[in-house]
Structures are given as structure tokens and as C-alpha cells.
């Protein structure tokens, strides 16, 4: 298994911008996150996916958005990027909410200017 | 609202030496405690998951126990190795309503082992 995936790696956009990044999990989880992790601080939810179709927010929603078409995708998609948007993003699934940990991707790296 | 501090934020030893990380959360209606790894540039690793029921768990060289009542939760770590060099995050789920989806994270205590 390949575990979470997650492209691009890095990506520099312009504020402005829109872009999409990817995540897939081929572990047949049902429960998928997204999380953004500040320098130096902790991660916070961004939405979060409970199957396919079935999505709500989490901490730090705004500016984001999230469809889940399969159960193995996940993309986080951002609107006209703002500054405060650079971050590093994770994303995350899991098979049971209660008792099985989160397994997590790489992560991609986002700078805004 | 469920906040979860971690001390020290950083931490250097010898190599061979046995240390303690601490995590504190303020909310203690959580249904349970992981322990994650992070190394620089990568994603995180689960190290320990202990459920609300339980006091502690072990895996190696590493124990985490908890006190929900307390709101406490430490990660013993015997006999360190450079190799265990990281930033270690601990995050706590709630148990119930929006808060049990996700992960409250610490800011995470950044672990330099010297050999």
C-alpha cells in the first residue's frame, strides 16, 4: 500500500491564485482530514470527510473547499490565495473515527506572494 | 474550547540518557491521547494511541500514560538514541459532538538527542 499521497510537494502561487491540492488514500478508509500546520504551531483541522459525499468544516474552514467524489480522494482546494494561506498542508484518513489513529501524508508546502 | 499544551518546546540530552515529555489538555471529556513523531520536511507517524479507559500504553523504548482526570499525558522515552532526534506532537480527541472528528494538536516538543 502507498499509504496517503499527497501532490504537489511544494508550490509557490500568486495571491489571487486558485489551486488544487490532491490527496488519496488507498487503504479503503472512510474518514478523511485536511490540516494546515503554521511554523511553530500545532496542525488545525481545515474540513474533514466522514465518506463519499459527506463533508463539513473544521477549525479553520475559510478561504478552502472540499468535495470527496470516491472513497479514496480527498482534494482541499483554495480560492484566490492569500498570504495568509502559506502553510504546510496534510492530509490524513482513517478507517474508524473512535479508536483507529490517523494515518498521515507527506504534506505539501505552500507559499503565497 | 479544548487546548492542548506541550512543555518543553524544546529538549536536548545526551544519547543514553532516559527523558520525559509532558502534554496538557484543558478539557478532559476526550476519548483518547496519540503521541506522533514528526521529522523535518515529512508527515507524521502514530507513535502510541491511548484510549480514554487507559492508563498507559507501550512500544520499545517509548511509554505514554494518562491521567484524563488531570488533564495529563506523558511520553517516556528510555534510553535515547540520536536517531530519535524529532519534534513530537501529542493531540487528543474529544468525545463527543464536532469535537470528536478531529485532533486538537500541541505546538509539539522538539527532541535534539547528542550523541
Known amino acids: 500500500n502507498a499509504g496517503v499521497t499527497q501532490t504537489p510537494k511544494f508550490r509557490i502561487l500568486k495571491i489571487g491564485q486558485s489551486m488544487t491540492l490532491q490527496c488519496a488514500q488507498d487503504?479503503?478508509?472512510?474518514?478523511m482530514y485536511w490540516y494546515r500546520q503554521d511554523p511553530g504551531m500545532g496542525l488545525k483541522l481545515i474540513y474533514y470527510?466522514?465518506?463519499?459525499?459527506?463533508?463539513d468544516k473544521g477549525e479553520v474552514p475559510n478561504g478552502y473547499n472540499v468535495s470527496r467524489s470516491t472513497t479514496e480522494d480527498f482534494p482541499l482546494r483554495l480560492e484566490l490565495a492569500a498570504p495568509s494561506q502559506t502553510s504546510v498542508y496534510f492530509c490524513?484518513?482513517?478507517?474508524?473515527?473512535?479508536?483507529?489513529?490517523?494515518?498521515f501524508g507527506p504534506g505539501t508546502r505552500l507559499l503565497v506572494l | 474550547k479544548q487546548e492542548v499544551t506541550q512543555i518543553p518546546a524544546a529538549l536536548s540530552v545526551p544519547e543514553g540518557e532516559n527523558l520525559v515529555l509532558n502534554c496538557s489538555f484543558t478539557?478532559?471529556?476526550?476519548?483518547?491521547l496519540q503521541w506522533f513523531r514528526q521529522d523535518p520536511g515529512k508527515g507524521l507517524t502514530s507513535l502510541l494511541l491511548?484510549?480514554?479507559?487507559?492508563r498507559e500504553q507501550t512500544s520499545g523504548r517509548l511509554n505514554a500514560s494518562l491521567d484524563k482526570s488531570s488533564g495529563r499525558s506523558t511520553l517516556y522515552i528510555a534510553a535515547s538514541q540520536p536517531g530519535d532526534s524529532a519534534t513530537y506532537l501529542c493531540?487528543?480527541?474529544?468525545?463527543?459532538?464536532?469535537?470528536?472528528?478531529?485532533?486538537?494538536f500541541g505546538k509539539g516538543t522538539k527532541l535534539s538527542v547528542i550523541p
Open positions: 490524513a484518513s482513517s478507517y474508524r473515527r473512535e479508536i483507529e489513529t490517523q494515518y
Open positions: 487503504m479503503n478508509h472512510n474518514y
Open positions: 470527510s466522514v465518506g463519499a459525499g459527506i463533508t
Open positions: 478539557d478532559s471529556a476526550i476519548y483518547n
Open positions: 491511548i484510549q480514554s479507559s487507559q
Open positions: 493531540a487528543v480527541r474529544g468525545d463527543s459532538g464536532a469535537g470528536s472528528y478531529q485532533l486538537t
